[in-house]
């Protein structure tokens, strides 16, 4: 079983129950991810689009706010099934834009309380420089499964616990945007620049080496304890914009064996649409 990330080679030689998704997304351009599939996917491979698969905005499904809300685990299983997603699937994910996007579906799987869940470490570009087999067009699933909902596997926080818990020790809120708009100099999304105060920066990409894979374990290890400075991992909670670029970070921190830690995904984009909250800049 493979639960945090598959080298291409392993995909390659992987044999058995196995449902593989391609993510790619673009936010200023929400055909571009389809788009992109469509030109090129690594063959078998289904599409997960990021704005309607897994992000909903029906008041009635979405269980959080923001930009990008989580539909509710149980409208959630009913796709993963209309996937062919059963309970001893594996399943891989990918992108084509260093593996931002395709952590949304590896840690909502992980919160429907199935493990079997792994990230294509390098995406696409990795899948190409090994050799493996591609395919274009529309490519719709073979066959319907049935996903039984099991316990989380992973912690979500909400808008209100994380201000509920705002500068106690237990709460370590880390933030995954690009620096300038950590500080506030830009904001290109949200109606408010900023930041959560006493959020520690740390944008998702860095935690890619110059080979498009992820840095080795024994390095992102010690980035991340130098950049928590003495703050325990297990009070770790990941934030970025909408809950989508700061799964990278939490990937990381399991991959360097500081265990699992939380998602606030409402992110950013929740946090400053909610009135009497503060926002930091600088």
Known sequence: MHTTLISANELTHFSGDLRIFDCSADLTNPQA???QFESQHIAGALFADINTDLSSHDPAVA???GRHPLPSREHFAQWLGRMGVGPTTQVVVYDRQGMNFCGRLWWMLKWCGHEAVAVLDGGLQAWVAAGGELASGESPPTHTNHFTLRPALVTLRLTA??????GKPSQTVLDARAPAR????????????GHIPGALNRPFNTNLGADGLMKPPAQLRAEFEALLAGHAADTVVHHCGSGISAIPNLLAMEVAGLGRTALYAGSWSDWCNTPGLPCAQG
Do not use: K
């Open 63 to 65: 269980v959080n706010g």
């Open 33 to 35: 991810g389809r788009e």
């Open 161 to 166: 616990e994380v201000s509920a818990d705002l």
């Open 182 to 193: 950590f500080r506030g100099e830009t904001e290109p999304f949200d109606p408010v620049a």
